[in-house]
């Protein structure tokens, strides 16, 4: 009986073409970091907050689904939601070529450029012949790790499980210089006290192959009503002005881009 | 003229480990320059850590085994705290932790403090060094007392006791425990990875995280250090042959 349900319901739910109501069916399990404030950090007691938790939640309220947030170590991201851990990534993740090869991406929910970060009056130059041979840090598996690699082959790369470990060895002094979203840095870093003393450097900084349109909400391949769904959800809460409330919760200025 | 034949057979290989594969190989191949700087990296701090860490325990399991007032007592305190522990922890400790005071950073310790690689070979040192003295001193204890005793009615004096017969014995009796030891330090050495190493398993969360692939970076590191097991088994199984030839059954 319990099998004739799911197949009952995954035939109204091919049916629908992914109305709300009818998807409310399952609960959608949802990737995310929560290691990289503003967009996601965890509470001492243990539950989540951030932009991309907000989003999560406004998103599933406008399909109409219960969602249940997992947590993940970014490096892990996409290949526990292609094990089915989750359904979607809602973790900042920016829709880049190489992992459009492994996922389907939503449009994009926000774009901020990356920055690099160093300690102020340290002079130093940012072009890739200024960061030869220093030990510049970067999460891994981002398109900073990318970008880096590509534009900066010399400079000494140092790959951290998270952006905030990241911080931890700028502030430190193991590290010359960090790059990584000019916003989360500024955030997660600069407005706080260990972030006394650093400062943005350089400008803007970007590369369409490596740091792609913005971030997206990953699925995987083939899961287009999914998709569409979620889609329609980001168009719906641009419009209806949620995305504003939770935007202007975090941020002074429009975080979607233009 | 070769491009007029179509698909090569390198091409179809590179297909098939890409698209129907279960594990992309020739991913790994392509990387395998990354793997053998992990292994290097490897192989480095377990080598290392293990000759200083070898040598700052000798001393230390003598002076537990002939039970030297307060040495001992300071040694076993310092043996404790480094078993009692997770090395990840330590590490973390020496490396995020120290890191975090003014005072630290501004002392003379703070060029070796500030490399990723002496942090990790520092905990490395301490926790392997903890580990052998316990083995040592096991082993010590163990040297019959019979052997001692002859030593001294030879007129020895304790110094010469303790190198002639007291550790060359007792080194031996260790051999087969101490090779655990190594395979322990070799498994440990993970860690490293955590603090922007790229060790073998650094290595392979690399190739994971580039092209977000769940288990071959794992798979590839897990086969590295079966291999390094193997020959450090291999290795012992020598020594232990050679240096217990005396255990051996005679040869007829």
């Known amino acids: 009986m319990r099998r004739l349900g799911k197949v009952l319901a995954a035939a109204a739910l091919a049916v629908s073409a992914a109305t709300a109501p009818a998807m409310a069916a399952e609960e959608l399990r949802i990737g995310v970091e929560g290691a990289y404030p503003p967009f ?14 907000d989003i999560a939640h406004a998103l599933c309220e406008k399909l109409g689904r219960t969602c249940v947030l997992v947590e993940q170590d970014w490096d892990g991201m996409i290949p526990a939601l ?4 989750y359904d979607a990534i809602v973790a900042s993740m920016s829709i880049t070529e190489e992992r459009k090869k492994r996922v389907d991406f939503s449009a994009k929910y926000y774009n901020t450029p990356a920055m690099f970060v160093v300690a102020e009056g340290s002079g130093l130059d940012v072009s890739p012949a200024g960061l030869a041979g220093k030990a510049v840090g970067v999460q891994r598996g981002t398109t900073h790790q990318c970008f880096m690699e590509k534009i900066y082959p010399d400079a000494e790369l140092r790959l951290y499980a998270t952006q905030e470990e990241v911080f931890l060895d700028l502030a430190a ?8 979203d000019s916003l989360q840095a500024d955030e997660g870093f600069l407005k706080t006290d260990a972030g006394n003393g650093y400062g943005f450097v350089g400008g803007p900084q970007h590369d369409l192959e490596c740091h792609g349109e913005g971030a997206g909400i990953a699925v995987r391949k083939g899961e287009d009503e999914l998709l569409a769904a979620l889609n329609a959800a980001i168009s719906a809460i641009r419009e209806d002005g949620t995305y504003k409330t939770i935007n202007d919760g975090y941020f002074d200025f429009d975080v979607y881009g233009d | 003229m070769d491009e007029t034949r179509g698909p090569s057979l390198l091409d179809a290989i590179r297909d098939f480990s890409e698209n129907a ?11 395998w320059e990354m793997f053998l700087t992990g292994i290097g990296y490897t192989v480095l701090l377990v080598a290392v850590s293990l000759v200083i860490g ?3 325990s000798l001393p230390l399991a003598v002076a537990r085994a002939y039970r030297i007032r307060y040495v001992n007592q300071a040694i076993w305190a310092y043996v404790y705290l ?3 522990t997770p090395l990840l922890v330590q590490l973390y400790i020496i490396y995020y932790g120290l890191g975090q005071f003014e005072p630290v950073r501004e002392s003379f310790l703070w060029p070796v403090l ?12 301490l926790n392997t060094a903890a580990y052998t003295t316990e083995i040592f001193r096991g082993a010590i204890e163990a040297v019959p007392h019979g052997e001692v005793e002859a030593a001294r009615a030879y007129g020895m004096s304790s110094w010469h006791r303790t190198t002639r017969i007291v550790l060359p014995n007792a080194l031996r009796r260790a051999l087969p425990a101490y090779s655990n030891e190594i395979i322990f330090m070799l498994h440990g050495s993970v860690v490293a990875s955590t603090v922007t190493i790229v060790d073998i398993l650094g290595a392979g969360r690399i190739l994971n995280s580039k092209y977000y692939l769940a288990y071959e970076g794992f798979l590839a590191a897990a086969v590295l250090y079966m291999l390094l097991v193997y020959l450090v088994t291999r290795g012992f199984r020598l020594w232990e042959w050679r240096w217990h030839a005396h255990l051996r059954p005679r040869e007829a």
């Not at chain 2, 594969?21 to 990387?31: E, R």
């Open chain 2, 82 to 84: 480094f078993r009692g």
């Open chain 2, 114 to 125: 500030r490399e990723p690689l002496w942090c990790t070979l520092i905990a490395f040192v």
């Open chain 2, 54 to 56: 070898g040598a700052i």
């Open chain 2, 21 to 31: 594969s279960p594990l992309d190989f020739v991913l790994i191949a392509q990387h």
């Open chain 1, 173 to 180: 002094g193991r590290l010359d210089a960090q790059f990584s």
């Open chain 1, 82 to 85: 292609l094990a089915r851990k």
């Open chain 1, 40 to 53: 996601s950090w965890k509470e001492a007691d243990g539950s989540l907050k951030g932009f991309d938790i």
